[in-house]
């Protein structure tokens, strides 16, 4: 077995930083929010730019050809992005759809005209989070919009797999 | 009642999303943190560590050409590192727990999953500052103890020997 050394880091972050001088913790995440409340405009800005994107890779798929590995990884890469800024930037109803369809398209091999349909359905249902402006939690909508595109995945699976 | 005071601190930033750097930012300088860099994947935020000196650094795991997993080994491992001390927060949407562990392999010192949140960040920075494992190094790994990870669950013996 390899000799295994424990060590201190020498200079630890620690020592610059003093633990009490600054703003409480509810001071500083307010602080910080306040700071942050502009860059949501921007962002829906950027998101538009995101979805169109993801918009264009979907209408070049087609039933009717063998999809490319880049090309599901390109859409998954966007989703993925998407997932991760939606909620950061205050819609979380968007990062529970990206997920969705992240969950969906991840390895998928098969992109039969249920397929695509349920690609559709979360693009243009990220669409309308954006237009209706849908910000926060959204409670019993984000739950029931989460149950039915997991009911919607499902189904198309079971047709894909099994043919019924 | 006050707290942490942050304002000292400097912190390297490493994300591909603009948008995800520009609130990492307007967070960080809600917390008082005003010497922040920023890089757009792991080869410039190694040059940038370089250069910059940063007690903190925190960085995205997919960030073409370099992944942020390629970029902390350099810093932990690499024979040209300037700090391989530094603390690192691994921001990621990216949470399966295969991908946690193999970040905790690669010698990061906390995970922060996206969507990102003042309330997470701040956590993540008391709880980096807070942090007193040493570190450890064997034919494989640098990095910060991770046997912690374990708990006061874990009942194995103490097989490591203190060398310096």
Redesign the interface.
Known sequence: M?????????????R??????????E???M??????EE?TD??QG?AVDDLRDLWQKFEKLSSDRAVTKAEITEMF?IA??I???????GF?LI?AIADSLCKFIEGRRQFNAGVLDVIKVHILAMRAVFHQQLKGDQGALSEQLTELLQALRNKVDLKTNYGS | MSGYDFQNLRVLICDDSRQIRSLLKTFLNGFGIKNIEEAVDGDKAFHGMQQFDPDLVITDWNMPPTSGLDFIERVRMGADSPNPYVPIIMLTGYTELHRVKQARDAGVSAFLAKPLSAQSLYKRLVAVVDDNRPFIRNGKYFGPDRRTERGSDFMGGERRKRLN
Do not use: C, M
Not at chain 1, 4 to 13: A, E, F, G
Not at chain 1, 83 to 89: E, I, K, L, V
């Open positions: 390899a000799d295994t050394s424990i060590i201190r880091p020498p200079r630890h972050i620690s610059k930083v003093p633990k009490s001088g600054g703003p409480s913790p001071q500083a995440i602080l910080a929010l306040n700071a942050a860059l921007e962002y950027w890469d993925h992005e997932r991760g800024q939606g909620g950061s930037f979380d990062s």
